[in-house]
């Protein structure tokens, strides 16, 4: 994927943080009437969140940034986070106001922006440090960083234009009281490398046949009744040639 920033902030800890939400709070309150609703509700109990409101983003620019409002080691940790993005050639910005919605989170905060899409809606992935998590949860103090991505947004974001690779092999259902069945052979098979798919929603056969050639399968596994006896029937889409094999022959037969 091309057209990728990566925005970055520091949003403090345990040692700097409550000092600065008392202060943010102080701001807040002093533009309570200027603020969306939702803002407004938020100043008590989560008032990082108002900074990253788009609708007050306009009445917010000189608001405190935790960025100002950091303790020597989160002020120390965020320069060496941005160090090694230099080392590594990661380009990124700053962005003062980029936080996280939730408590757990602990000094880097991040986005991914796809430069190509409507501002509004350019995030396709973002995350954080989460150092205290752990803890909070009754686990011992370990530390913790993660990321939650938008596949549709990834999507728009990649044109569209970049086609699935074909499959390895399309699993036809049948019997539908044998899709669990379906779903362990394709599992399996994909733990093999084998490129694998099946049709989960109960689609008739004929269906199912017309997915695998659009999908560009190159063979077909039919679980049907003759899983009873222990068997597939396995089709060549190429030659058309079809036949039945016992199960534990499907790799065999694949390769
Ligand atoms: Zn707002
Ligand atoms: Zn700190």
């Keep these: 994927m091309s057209g990728l920033a990566i925005v ?3 949003i403090g800890d345990s040692v700097c943080r409550p000092a600065y939400l008392e202060r943010l709070r102080t701001y807040l309150r002093e533009r309570e009437e200027e603020l969306c609703p939702d ?14 409101c788009k609708i007050c983003k306009p009445v917010l620019g000189d608001a405190p940034a935790p960025i100002d409002h950091l303790c020597d080691g989160c002020r120390r940790h965020y320069d060496q986070v941005k160090e090694t993005l230099r080392v590594l050639e990661v380009p990124y910005r700053d962005d003062p106001h980029l936080v996280r919605g939730l408590d757990y ?15 509004a809606q350019n995030a396709v992935g973002g995350g954080g440090r989460y150092d205290g998590l ?3 949860l009754g686990g011992h ?10 596949l549709d947004r990834i ?10 690779g074909e499959l390895d092999v399309y699993i036809v259902v049948a ?14 098979l994909r733990d093999k490398g084998y490129r694998v798919d099946f049709d989960p929603e109960g689609r008739s056969v004929k269906a199912q046949f017309k997915i695998a050639s659009r999908r560009g399968a190159a063979r077909v596994l039919v679980v049907g009744e003759e899983w009873k006896r222990g068997a597939v029937t396995a089709r060549d889409m190429g030659t058309g040639d079809q036949r039945e094999i016992p199960i534990e022959e499907v790799s065999e037969w694949l390769s």
Aim: proline share 4%.
């Design 134 to 136: 752990a803890e909070t």
């Design 141 to 150: 103090a370990t530390p913790g960083v993660g990321l939650a991505m938008g």
């Design 39 to 52: 803002s407004r509700s938020r100043i008590e109990t989560n008032p990082m969140r108002v900074l990253d």
């Design 8 to 10: 970055v902030n520091s």
């Design 105 to 119: 989170y602990t000094r880097t905060a991040f986005e991914y922006i796809a430069t190509g899409l409507d501002a």
């Design 155 to 164: 999507v728009l974001a990649s044109g569209g234009g970049e086609t699935v």
């Design 175 to 188: 019997h539908r009281p044998l899709e669990d069945h379906a779903l362990r052979l394709a599992s399996e």
